[in-house]
């Protein structure tokens, strides 16, 4: 499924199954309470924080993509284009960053 298809599904999702969306406030709140949850999951599993017992069963996919839907909800609601956004964002990354990577003794 390409980023077009995600908006265009999630939006069908929203406007059939969701009633309407949340207004862009409460879903920046929603996103930001996603990627909490992502982000503790991330800390107990790969970080140096202990996993509790009941955070072993949480599928690490399934918050991926709590954020993605989220982050799509917004997009469609701000009338952006992902997938213009996100080849610009590379292209500029792209121009920025072209040897900066390569030139870091950090990263070798």
Known sequence: MTIKESQ?????????????YFNELTNTAILTEEVGELASIMARRYGEQSEKESDKDKDLADEMADVLFVLICLANQTGIDLT???KKNLEKKT?????????NKKLQ
């Open 84 to 86: 213009d956004a996100l």
């Open 95 to 103: 121009k920025r960053d072209l040897n900066r990577h390569k030139e």
């Open 8 to 20: 265009e599904i999630v939006d069908e999702w929203i406007n059939t199954i969701g009633v309407r």
